[in-house]
């Protein structure tokens, strides 16, 4: 399940958003016991305790490229952003392109 995702996968299983899942559960002719619901609880939890720390990571990940960004950076190789003049206007882009294709109006 991913909470505010639009995902286009090609899967028999249902995945998306809150609002798929609970459609996909709703007509689900599927009984779980007690037990196995907390069984599967349990294994759930455990993962989201485990990916703590490496969703503080990916968090603290992001703000760096946030500040990158401000600071006219390419956040993937840490080198000033230059001037260039396209098809459409003005914009910054990475100096190692094709390598690298960030870019920014």
């Known amino acids: 399940m991913f909470p505010n995702a639009k995902l286009n996968v090609n899967t028999k299983t249902p995945t998306g958003n809150l609002s798929i899942i609970n459609k ?45 960004i401000n600071k006219n950076m390419c956040p993937n190789c840490k080198v000033s952003l230059i001037r260039r003049k396209g098809k459409y206007g003005i914009f910054y882009s990475c100096p190692n392109f094709p390598r690298c294709s960030h870019s920014k109006k």
């Open 24 to 68: 996909a559960i709703e007509g689900s002719t599927i009984n779980l016991s007690k037990d196995e619901i907390n069984s599967i609880y349990n294994r759930l939890n455990k993962l989201k305790i485990e990916n703590i720390n490496l969703k503080e990571q990916h968090i603290a990940n992001l703000k760096e490229k946030e500040q990158l």
